[in-house]
């Protein structure tokens, strides 16, 4: 890839997005320069992979902690009407006792 500043985007039918800049610099490193040569699948990875230990305790899904259940909708409509009850009760009274007065 020749040095210089690259701009990429991406098209739908209905909008565009641009990415950052991506700016190439120096020479390129042929091949034969590097260290490394392409992996195949026989090369070890970086870093082991996990593997289960043979009478190790799993967590299957049937045993997954369950978060308690959130409160329903219900219960925050029950307090909403008992505040809207004792609102209504307390301005009912002030107004009898202006009339009152």
Request: negative net charge; without cysteine; charged residues 20%.
């Amino acid at each position: 890839m020749p040095e210089g500043t690259y701009n990429f985007h991406a098209t739908t039918d209905d909008h565009k997005v641009f990415g950052p800049a991506l700016m190439v610099q120096g020479p390129p490193i042929l091949q034969d320069e590097g260290e490394q040569d392409a992996r195949d699948e026989t090369d070890p990875l970086l870093a082991p992979m996990p593997t289960l230990v043979p009478g190790a305790p799993t967590l299957t899904l049937a045993e997954a902690p369950v978060a308690d259940k959130p409160p329903s909708d219900r219960s925050y409509g029950i307090v909403a009407l008992v505040g809207l009850i004792v609102s209504g009760a307390v301005i009912l009274l002030a107004v009898m006792r202006k009339q009152r007065s």
